[in-house]
Each structure stands twice: as C-alpha cells, then as structure tokens.
C-alpha cells in the first residue's frame, strides 16, 4: 500500500495521471467511479483534461461502486445522476458505456448478481477510485461487512445518512435507508485501486484503513491485502497516521519516472 500526502489539489492531479495514464496506452480501459465528494477535483482535472489535451473517454467503460434504492430515476442525488452530472457528461462519455447497479429494479438481488457479471465480463475494472467514510466504509460497505462480500444489499448506518443528509437538503429523512454496493470482494478484484481521503474528519478511517487491523468493523483496511492499492491523503486526513514521516520520506524519494 503507498500512502501519498499531499496537498488536495495535488493529489486530484496524481489520481486523474494515473487515468490520463491508463487511457492513453488502454483506450477501452474500465475505470471504477465512486461518487461523494472525495473524487470531485479528480473529475474537474480529467474534464479539463478531455477538453484541452484531447483526453478521450469514447472507448472506455465506466463502473460504479453503489446505488442508493429507491430513489426516482430523475433524482438529482441518485448516484447514476451524479456521475452523469460531475464526469460522464464532462467528458463525453456515452450513456451506455457508464453503468451503476440498479436501484429500481424489481428483483435487487437478480440485480446485483448482474452488475458482477457485468463487470466481469467488461474485463474487469482497471483502476477504481475510491472515497472513505468517517466510519471506514469504501463504497457502501458498512461496518460488518463480510470482507469477501460481492454486489448486494446494504442498510445505510445512522453515521452514513446523517453524513450524506447534507446532499438531501440536511434532512437525513430524505436520505433513503438502503443501498446496493460492489462487495468488498468486488472491490478486490480491481487492479489498481486508489483511494481518496481529505480533511480531519477523515483521520481516523484513514489511520485504521492503512495502520490498523484488517477488520469487518473497519471494512477499508482489507485494502491492506491488494497488491496495488494507493492511498491519496491531505496532511488534515493524515494526521493520525503514525508512520506518516515514513511515507513522505519514501514518496520524496520516488524516481519521477515512476507512477501510482
Ligand atoms: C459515500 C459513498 C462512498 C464515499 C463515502 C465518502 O456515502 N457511498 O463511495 O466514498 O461515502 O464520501 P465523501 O467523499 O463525500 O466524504
């Protein structure tokens, strides 16, 4: 696991390379979006990007982590409606090749069981970017979450709806009470994953995410077990970190040529 801590701009910049990167000798890449706020100034960079170095995203496949359940296809906060909002439609990325699991439909399980085989049969995601919450989960993969977990059903946590109540006009009511989310497992299964993490709220997820035991009562820390997981931190959500001089040190003396 590398642990970067830089400035938040800097780091957008690190994340949004790597797809640069990626795209540029894999056009039909699969990049994993995650929504919330971590990941917002990596989606300003890659649409900047795409508009002035020709960035292009028309063979690419997009994944999304989760889904809220429930909420009307026309909804502003439904996780398919942000990221057409904050990077498919910046970029323009077909409609068709981004995909989230289905929040709407009759049977979630049949559901969610073909969200996984859908991601399989893309190839599986190349990059997945990631946010944490305050309470360790990646995606929606709440405290408890069986480490090995694939695409499912999850209740939110009273610590999630009231964090996400802020995008549902503060009122943590309108914040629906069930989502579906990729596994822990199916998260695994990415090649590189990259997760995001700013401001002291973060600290402590992000000090258990990289210090701490692998634990289903802090589901992030099973990244500790992928052999290419990057860890994207402000010195605000590093703060708890206890080897933090360790990993400036060891990112200072990377050779420049040397991506994530
Ligand atoms: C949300 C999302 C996660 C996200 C996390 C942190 O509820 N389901 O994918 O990483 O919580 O959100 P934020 O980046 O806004 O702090």
């Not at 990596?42 to 649409?47: G, K």
């Amino acid at each position: 696991m590398e642990v970067v801590i830089a400035p938040a701009d800097e780091l957008a910049v690190l994340a949004a390379g790597t797809i640069d990167a990626l795209l540029r000798r894999k056009p039909d890449a699969v990049i994993g979006l995650a929504t919330g706020s971590s990941p917002l100034k990596v989606y300003d960079e890659l649409a900047r990007r795409h508009a002035e170095d020709g960035l292009s995203f028309a063979q690419a496949r997009g994944f999304m982590l989760d889904e809220y359940v429930g909420l009307p296809a026309e909804h502003p906060e439904r996780y398919r409606n942000v990221i057409e909002r904050e990077i498919a439609s910046r970029v323009e990325w077909a409609a068709d090749r981004v995909q989230g699991p289905d929040g709407l439909a009759e049977d979630l399980p049949a559901a969610c069981a073909a969200y996984d085989e859908a991601i399989a049969a893309a190839g599986g995601v190349d990059v997945q970017i990631l946010g944490i919450g305050t309470d360790g989960h990646i995606a929606f993969n709440e405290p408890g979450s069986s480490l090995a977990s694939r695409t499912r059903i999850k209740t939110l946590t009273a610590q999630t709806r009231e964090d996400n109540a802020r995008f549902f006009d503060g009122d943590i009511e309108q914040v629906p009470t069930h989502c579906l989310t990729q596994g822990l497992g199916t998260i695994m299964a990415a090649r590189h994953l990259v997760l995001l993490a700013t401001g002291k709220h973060k600290a402590e997820a992000v000090h258990q995410l990289v210090e701490g035991p692998i634990s289903a009562m802090w589901p992030g820390t099973i990244m500790q077990m992928h052999p290419h997981a990057t860890v994207l931190v402000d010195g605000a959500a590093a703060s708890r970190l206890q080897l933090a001089d360790y990993y400036r040190q060891t990112y200072a003396s990377k050779p420049a040529w040397q991506g994530l």
